[in-house]
């Protein structure tokens, strides 16, 4: 169980490919995880990124063609940490962005369970 002092770690999972965010949710789910949310959409996503009470997110860098960098740079005001995913690694994120972890689908779930329990330190 992954957890922050009692309570499971509560994850945003951000990601407009729906397969992806079921197999994500799944094995995180299965690692001690608490998916409490998903986003598919920009709008959705900075919603959820302003209003939602996490510990971390996920998330896709392109939603649609929409870039997720607004999400990001709400969640970074809140203090939420973040990893990025795209199919493109780390040639697909901004420099702005390059000091958060990004993982390339498709990703192997441990090395990024075990960047977001750094994250959650």
Known sequence: MV????????????EDEALIAML????LVDRGFD??????TLDEAERL???????????????GGTYVFP??????ERGIPFAFTTGYGSDG??????????F??????????QSLRQLLK
């Open 71 to 76: 999400v990001a740079e709400r969640l970074r």
């Open 3 to 14: 957890s922050v002092g009692d309570w499971m770690t509560k994850v945003l999972i951000v």
């Open 24 to 27: 994500l949710e799944e094995m």
């Open 35 to 40: 998916v409490v949310a998903h986003a598919v």
């Open 49 to 63: 990124a302003s209003t939602i009470d996490v510990d971390v997110a996920i998330l896709d860098v392109s939603l």
């Open 93 to 102: 994120v901004p420099d702005a962005w390059a000091r958060y972890p990004v």
């Open 104 to 113: 390339t689908k498709p990703y192997d779930i441990e090395p990024l369970v």
